[in-house]
Structure formats: structure tokens, C-alpha cells
């Protein structure tokens, strides 16, 4: 089997889903930016051959890289990169070279853009959040008196984590937004108050789930870019019954075939007219690739499992070999920003938690806004451990 990984490098922990498939007897073929004497040692082994394009922005440099492994390798029988950004040119490489084991480029839009996804939730009678794209600014108070006026959300149709996105509380938020804001497609959603709650996937070609996770986000990624906040979430030991049931029926109503899937849901904290009461779950958005940052890595350590080795086995047998540990617990993440002062050294951190922390590590610049500049990941047995971590890790000084 040939397998082009798109952008293997990045993030780092992404070596591992080259070496599962290394393992499982895949040709792992690499198609990156970054040079090859900075890739990992590891990633390095787990790669047949490495092409490096000077921009994996420029359609022209990768098609021509993927058809140099295919003259040289063969057929080419998946391309995949595992990432938000790319998605689109994965679809439309698998259509130009014909590779049939992902969606397509008439596909994707689906997949990408916010509007179209609230018509598939609906016919699933999954519970969703009264959405409208953004035309003028009299539309947006049509909107606003149909959905029970503010707060709304405005955020790109087609965007990642959250990136000009903004709540609006008032006429003159509203204004200031149409007079601002960036000239892409816009929606604008009512605004539900809960926690966001992932449900965590690796599908085989059923769109039945082989594995399945809980992650517990902020209730605002926004707020931590946008107020310079500090950001925590954490992977828990199960996924409660009716989480699994609305990412089920998900997985079914978007076709989702032989991925690794984070699709995202608001837990209400306060019950809203025509969407639930407290505790109920309501679809906030799909995003078909793994959860980000180091979250795979947290889903291991929660399960006791190795979920880069089950989506090796989903890509090579259509099923998981995996078994399951029986070890399930919770794991917490926690960073913090070099703007802010704290109380607890990073010696003090590191003392106190000892063996429970499982990663350490200073993150990269990219991903400094959205997830911290130095992050601590640690194991806990209860919800309780979780929140003594996370204030010990953020308490100000």
C-alpha cells in the first residue's frame, strides 16, 4: 500500500501516524515545506521518501510531487495530511490522481463551510443552533428578531479554530462588525451558553466509530485568543450515552468513512427555547480531522490506548485490532502565556504533580495565541483533580 502523508511534520506528534502505518507495512511517502534535516529522527525512519515543495500553498508543486511518487511507486492507493488547513487540496489531489479512500473535491464544501453543515444536522434531528449567512446589515436584525435577539456569534463560513470570530451584545456591536469586518463569507449563529464538548472518532468504512472519545473545551477558544486569556480542557474517562448517541447519528448523516473525526457540541449550561434544557447536548460544528494540538496524545493517555495505531488499522484492515485496556481515566491539559505573572513556579508545578505529568514542553510559536507558550498535560482520577490542576497551573501572582 502507498500512503502520501501531506505535512507530516506538523504538528510534531504527527510522526506517529507515519509510523503506525511504517509498522503496519505501508510505504509512507512525506510531502512537506520544511526541510528534511529538520524533520524528527523518528518521522524520518517511519518515511520510504520525503519531497520537499517550497510552498505547500502552491497546488502546481505538490500535484507535481505526487506525480513523481506515483511514477515511481505506483498507484497511489491514500493521501491524506490529518489537518484542517489542507483538507481541500487533499480532496482535490485525490480526484486529479484518483485516489477513491477520501472524499472528493465536489464533496468537501460540506465538509468546510459552517452553513452547509446546520441542513445535514437538521435532517438528522440533531439539535443545532439557528444559523444565518451574513448579507447586509438589515438581514442581521431579521436574523437577530428570529433568533431572540443578542448575543450572536460571527465567525468565517469556512475557518479554523477561532479566527475572527466574535460574540456581538448590542446595536453597536453589530454595527462596528458590518463596518469591520474581513472581506470573506460570514454566518451568524445564536448564541448558546455551555461548555463545548468534542465528540472524538476514528470511523471505519461504515461510518461505524472503531474508537470514540469526550473532550471538554472552554465555553470560548475566541475569548483565549481575543482576551489573551490562559486555556485548559481536559479528555474524559467516557463518553456519557447521549453524546455517543448525537456523534453517532453525525457520523451517518455527513457520510464520514475512514477518518479520524473531532465533531464539536455545546453542553447547555442555561436552557434555550427551541434547542434544550441544561445538560442537553446541541451540534456546534464538524471537523473531519483529528481534535488539535496534542489532543490524540491526550485521548491515549485517558484510554490507555494507542489511537494512531487504530487509524493505522482502520486504513489497513477496515477494522480495529486494538483491544480495549479497560483503563479509562481523565487528562488534563494546562499552559500558560509569558505575558502573564504566576503564583507557582514551573519547578513548583513540577514537584507537586511528579509522575502525573505525562508532557512537558515549551509549544510552538504558531500555537502560542490558541494554546499557551509552555503547557503542562498530566493524568487525574476524577473531575475534582482535574480543576485542583488547572488552578494550581494558572493561579496569578
Not at 219 to 225: K, L
Request: proline fraction near 5%; charge should be negative.
Amino acid at each position: 500500500m502507498n500512503f502520501i502523508f501531506i505535512s507530516p511534520h506538523f504538528p510534531h506528534t504527527y510522526w506517529q501516524f507515519s509510523d503506525r502505518l511504517r509498522r503496519s507495512g505501508v510505504n509512507v511517502l512525506g510531502i512537506g515545506d520544511a526541510p528534511y534535516d529538520g524533520l524528527e529522527a523518528a518521522l524520518k525512519g517511519a518515511l520510504t521518501e520525503y519531497y520537499k515543495v517550497d510552498s505547500l500553498e502552491d497546488y502546481d508543486q505538490v500535484y507535481r510531487a505526487v506525480a513523481f511518487f506515483a511514477f515511481k511507486y505506483g498507484k497511489i492507493d491514500w493521501l491524506e495530511s490529518n489537518n484542517e488547513y489542507w483538507l481541500e487540496q487533499d480532496a482535490r489531489l485525490r480526484t486529479d490522481f484518483h485516489i477513491t479512500t477520501g472524499i472528493q473535491f465536489d464533496e468537501i464544501g460540506g465538509w468546510k463551510h459552517k452553513s452547509a453543515m446546520k441542513p445535514v444536522y437538521q435532517a438528522a434531528n440533531i439539535p443545532t443552533a439557528r444559523c444565518h449567512k451574513v448579507t447586509t446589515l438589515e438581514a442581521a436584525r431579521a436574523f437577530l428578531d428570529e433568533a431572540g435577539g443578542y448575543p450572536v456569534i460571527v465567525k468565517p463560513d469556512v475557518g479554523v479554530g477561532a479566527a475572527n470570530t466574535w460574540r456581538l451584545d448590542d446595536d453597536a456591536g453589530l454595527e462596528a462588525f458590518f463596518r469591520d469586518k474581513p472581506d470573506v463569507p460570514y454566518v451568524m449563529e445564536e448564541f448558546v451558553e455551555g461548555d463545548i464538548c468534542s465528540y472524538d472518532a476514528i470511523t471505519d468504512s461504515r461510518c461505524d466509530p472503531l474508537f470514540e472519545s469526550m473532550t471538554v473545551w472552554p465555553p470560548s477558544i475566541a475569548d483565549i485568543v481575543n482576551k489573551d486569556l490562559d486555556l485548559s480542557y481536559y479528555t474524559c474517562a467516557a463518553v456519557p450515552e447521549p453524546l455517543q448517541d448525537l456523534g453517532r447519528r453525525a457520523l451517518r448523516a455527513f457520510n464520514v468513512k475512514s477518518r479520524f473525526v473531532h465533531l464539536e457540541f455545546f453542553r447547555m449550561t442555561k436552557a434555550r427555547k427551541g434547542l434544550g434544557n441544561v445538560g442537553d447536548f446541541v451540534a456546534l460544528e464538524v471537523n473531519m480531522r483529528p481534535a488539535g494540538g496534542y489532543t490524540p496524545d491526550m485521548m491515549n493517555f485517558a484510554h490507555s490506548t494507542d489511537c494512531y495505531q487504530i487509524w493505522a488499522d482502520m486504513v489497513t484492515t477496515d477494522s480495529r485490532r486494538l483491544p480495549d485496556s479497560g483503563d479509562h481515566h481523565w487528562c488534563v491539559y494546562a499552559s500558560r502565556k509569558d505575558s502573564h505573572r504566576y503564583r507557582h513556579t514551573h519547578e513548583e508545578i513540577l514537584a507537586r504533580y511528579g509522575q502525573r505529568i505525562v508532557m512537558c514542553e515549551r509549544m510552538p510559536e504558531l500555537m502560542w495565541a490558541t494554546m499557551g507558550c509552555q503547557m503542562y498535560t498530566a493524568h487525574a482520577y476524577s473531575e475534582a483533580e482535574v480543576q485542583e490542576f488547572i488552578d494550581f497551573v494558572h493561579e496569578r501572582a
